[in-house]
């Protein structure tokens, strides 16, 4: 998928889940790893082609929401589901 693609994707989505899939996406693909190359590359395409893009994370940033994940959680535990994640924040988010 291409970064214009991924960007129209995360119009969609809620700065907080936004923010979190991210850091989940920093985290899973650390800088030091061969295989993150293709990630971080579109990280920083998406991060410096749409500033509203990263607006929104800082938006997401300060929800208690982020706060609250990142506290009960570790992003490691949904490196082999991370549709588990995102099934997770949702919930979190429409309660």
């Known amino acids: ?3 214009a693609d991924l960007y129209i994707l995360s119009q969609k989505i809620d ?4 923010t979190l899939i991210v850091k989940f996406l ?6 030091s790893k ?5 990630v971080t590359a ?19 940033e ?4 982020v706060e ?8 490691g535990e949904f490196y082999a589901k991370p549709e588990e994640l995102v099934e997770i924040i949702v919930e979190k ?3």
């Open 15 to 18: 700065p907080v889940l936004l």
């Open 34 to 38: 061969p295989e993150a190359a293709g």
């Open 26 to 31: 920093r985290k899973k693909y650390p800088v």
């Open 62 to 65: 300060g929800d208690p929401i």
């Open 42 to 60: 579109r990280l920083v395409e998406l991060t410096s082609t749409y500033p509203d893009l990263v607006k929104a994370m800082k938006t997401g």
């Open 68 to 75: 609250w994940f990142t506290d009960t959680h570790n992003f």
């Open 93 to 95: 988010l429409e309660s």
């Open 1 to 3: 998928m291409n970064t």
